[in-house]
């Protein structure tokens, strides 16, 4: 991996993003923000999952005063999720939260944008620049107000990553320019609690879009990709696109974008940065993938492992292996490991035989070796 990028620190709630701090792992609430007690108990919810930071949609002024009442009864920093209209920004400040993310392509009037600036400027807190493709300006018309229908404004009409770009303003180039308008705003007014995002759906310009950033601006970068879909191959989109800015050493804070209940966002985003030893949150499951040289049903042994686990927030490599190539060695290495045989399994710590079972009390036996060597650990 290469050295993580140096970024300024800034600070969120009681949260750093930046610097030499941990990447941290946010989400967004998925209920209706107005409804303090369904969204309060959502965020509890993923407090407990680990979630870093949360980001509730503001959509109406009713949303915006209901954050002073969510801000209150949670424990993690709240960031209020702004477009279009710059007086929920204000009155999401006025309601406490810890942050905002403002679109620059969808708040293009740079007064509107000052008063938000010098609001959250009084009261010292961040604002992320959430630059989206899908959102973009229309092309020629960053900063300026009005602007034409998505299908007409000629952003669809730009190169994107991996085409011939000669002599051609690119989709990458197009997001950097409406990301620098507005930091020009905020550093014009001596605004440096600044955190920036650069999405779009597709990889290869998300990544882009980031490495060209990261090379121009000292402020950390929130990495995502935008709209990835469903748990499944969201967080394989995501993976790949995150994992490659993180194995640069790009990224400060990180969010996986999934259509699914925004716990999986939380075990996506741990999941990935657990897989490039960035940060180490829960247990870490080694097993193997079964075939035909499996004695016992692995699959069903690791998934039945892998959900008992999911309730528990014990930091230990596990693994759950069903045959002779790979599995003593791959026990061998985890804290806890199971090899499974014919009829019955060895459960190794640290390399070291614990015992012999039968296989109708693997599960069992495995799971109460787990515990003792999480508690005592």
Not at 79 to 91: G, N, R, V
Not at 222 to 245: D, N, P, Q
Request: net charge neutral.
């Amino acid at each position: 991996m290469l050295p993580r990028r140096i970024s300024k620190t800034i600070q969120v709630g009681d949260v750093k993003v930046g610097g030499s701090s941990p990447i941290t792992v946010q989400s967004m609430t998925k209920t209706d923000t107005r409804d303090v007690k369904a969204t309060v108990r959502q965020i509890h919810e993923l407090e407990e999952a680990g979630c870093d930071i949360i980001r509730p949609a503001v959509p109406d002024m009713e949303a915006a005063k209901a954050l002073k009442d969510i801000v209150k009864q949670v424990n993690i920093p709240v960031i209020a999720d702004i477009h279009f209209h710059y007086q929920l920004a204000l009155e999401s400040i006025k309601s406490g939260v810890d942050g905002l993310r403002l679109n620059p392509g969808n708040i293009r009037d740079k007064e509107k944008v000052e008063q938000v600036v010098r609001a959250a400027k009084e009261r010292q807190i961040p604002i992320r620049i959430g630059v989206n493709f899908g959102s973009l300006p229309p092309v020629g018309m960053i900063g300026k107000f009005g602007g034409l229908q998505r299908h007409t404004d000629g952003v669809n009409k730009l190169a994107k990553e991996g085409e011939d770009q000669t002599g051609k303003i690119s989709v990458v180039d197009h997001m950097v320019a409406t990301a620098l308008w507005e930091i020009s705003i905020l550093e014009n007014l001596d605004f440096d609690q600044i955190k920036i995002s650069m999405k779009a759906f597709d990889v290869p310009t998300t990544i882009e879009a980031y490495r060209k950033l990261a090379s121009m601006v000292p402020y950390p970068l929130h990495l995502g990709i935008t709209e990835s879909g469903t748990a499944r191959a969201g967080s394989i989109r995501s993976s790949v696109g995150l994992g490659y800015l993180l194995y640069e050493g790009i990224g400060d804070t990180i969010r996986v974008s999934l259509s699914a209940d925004p716990k999986e966002e939380i075990i996506a985003g741990y999941e990935i940065l657990k897989s490039l030893n960035l940060r180490q949150k829960g247990t870490t499951l080694v097993a193997c993938p079964s075939c035909g040289r499996a004695d016992v049903d692995v699959i069903k042994l690791a998934n039945t492992v892998d959900s008992l686990l999911q309730e528990k927030d014990y930091n230990v490599k596990v693994a759950v292996m069903g045959c002779e190539v790979n599995g003593p060695g791959e026990a061998k290495d985890a804290d806890i490991g199971i090899a499974a045989g014919v009829g019955r399994a060895i459960i190794f710590r640290k390399g070291q035989k614990s015992r012999i079972v039968e296989e109708s009390e693997m599960l069992s036996a495995l799971m109460e070796e787990i515990e003792q060597v999480a508690t005592n650990k």
